[in-house]
């Protein structure tokens, strides 16, 4: 317990954290999720070197520097489905799982797009309480299933990663010192009417994974095992943090190997199809990816408090069809479809979070950097 207390409070304060992102399985409990029984390695494609230089702001940078200063430690590029690019630096390493942070959330949006598919639960439009009637009473009585899905649940919260007193760093205490997700989940009060303001609340994934797991009746490491880690042919192991109650982390325990995350974002650009079977509904994928209201619109007439666009667990960062999986630290899993192109990214920017905005995130920088390496394929 005290190395947990002890890790998770260096968490945003500028500590390194390369040798501790790789062994989450040995700090904390978890679920594990098994390589599949045929694993599928991704092909190969002819090898390419990235561009040396990537435009952002108002100059260019040092596609070598960056890497560096965000401490990353895996990146993998796709291109139509092969590997064109892949190395590794600190820490990290082809078997070495890497916590997912956030990009989690999009593997738990992906399993509810199954589960609808499946018959679990009816409508998006269905309101989450029906399903989840822990959650009555909390700010989540009144959302639909799809508000919670586009943060936009209503709840109050504040995701400040540099502030101690934070909801966010509130939530992570429950981990540090024992307790239930589920129970802080249904702690939270409405602030604001669900489906007119976007505002990026982890635990509206904690809410998805409580109705992931009611409405399929098993746990969040089973089903995604069965329908997703299994299918898809991931190469290893992957493990779920879990709470005191043996609940997963829904929105962002997952810990994976850059390959085996890299082919959720092929997945996607897929349509949802894998080896000529449907594995994610194509009209799900559609929608996951798809920022359908003015309130989902970064910036949109003061209704959206984040940079990207945002649709169901996935943001969006520009109006040309790129989507991506981010996590904090500079997890990535990118996708640009016109360029047939698929990124990930693992890091543990260390400088992530002392501040509430891009100088410490560099998230959009990160796109910057994608965009480029995709110029740079299609040239």
């Given at each position: ?20 992102f790789n062994r989450q399985h040995e700090i904390f409990p978890v679920a594990t999720m098994t390589a599949a029984p045929q694993p599928q390695p991704l092909p190969r494609g002819e090898a390419i ?146 489906g007119t303001w976007n505002l990026y609340n982890s635990t509206d994934t904690q809410a998805l994974g409580m109705l992931l797991k009611t409405v399929t009746g098993t746990s969040i490491r089973d ?122 990214k693992l890091s543990a920017n260390h400088r992530y979070g002392t501040t509430n905005d891009e100088s410490s995130f560099r998230e959009a920088e990160t796109i910057g950097l994608f965009r480029a ?7």
């Amino acid at each position: 317990m005290t190395d947990r207390v002890a890790y998770l409070q260096s968490l945003f304060s500028g500590a390194r954290q390369e040798d501790r992102f790789n062994r989450q399985h040995e700090i904390f409990p978890v679920a594990t999720m098994t390589a599949a029984p045929q694993p599928q390695p991704l092909p190969r494609g002819e090898a390419i070197d990235l561009p040396a230089t990537y435009r952002f702001g108002d100059g260019d940078r040092d596609t070598a520097a960056f890497l560096a200063e965000t401490d990353t430690v895996a990146l993998m590029v796709l291109h139509r489905g092969r590997v064109r690019y892949e190395d590794y630096w600190l820490t990290g390493g082809p078997r070495v799982t890497w916590v997912s942070m956030s990009v989690a959330k999009s593997f738990v949006s992906a399993a509810l797009g199954i589960a609808q598919a499946e018959g679990a639960f009816g409508s998006v439009e269905d309101q989450i309480v029906a399903y989840v009637p822990e959650l009555k009473g909390s700010a989540y009585d009144g959302a639909r299933i799809k508000d919670v899905l586009q943060m936009a649940s209503g709840a109050r919260w504040n995701e400040d990663y540099s502030d101690p007193a934070s909801d966010i760093n509130r939530f992570i205490a429950v981990f540090a010192h024992g307790g239930s997700f589920n129970d802080f989940t249904a702690t939270l009060e409405r602030q604001r009417e669900p489906g007119t303001w976007n505002l990026y609340n982890s635990t509206d994934t904690q809410a998805l994974g409580m109705l992931l797991k009611t409405v399929t009746g098993t746990s969040i490491r089973d089903y995604v095992e069965e329908k997703l880690w299994h299918p898809l042919g991931m190469e290893d192991d992957a493990h779920w943090l879990v709470d005191s109650t043996g609940m997963e982390m829904a929105f962002g325990g997952l810990n994976a190997t850059a390959r085996d995350y890299a082919k959720l974002g092929e997945l996607y650009r897929l349509g949802g199809r894998w080896n000529g079977r449907q594995i994610v509904p194509e009209a799900w994928v559609a929608a996951s990816v798809t920022a359908d209201a003015p309130h989902l619109k970064a910036g949109a007439g003061g209704l959206a408090g984040t940079i990207f666009n945002y649709g169901y667990q996935w943001w969006l960062p520009g109006d040309e069809g790129e989507y991506a999986a981010i996590g904090v630290y500079n997890q990535f899993v990118y996708v640009d479809p016109r360029r047939d192109l698929v990124i990930a990214k693992l890091s543990a920017n260390h400088r992530y979070g002392t501040t509430n905005d891009e100088s410490s995130f560099r998230e959009a920088e990160t796109i910057g950097l994608f965009r480029a390496i995709g110029r740079a394929l299609a040239g």
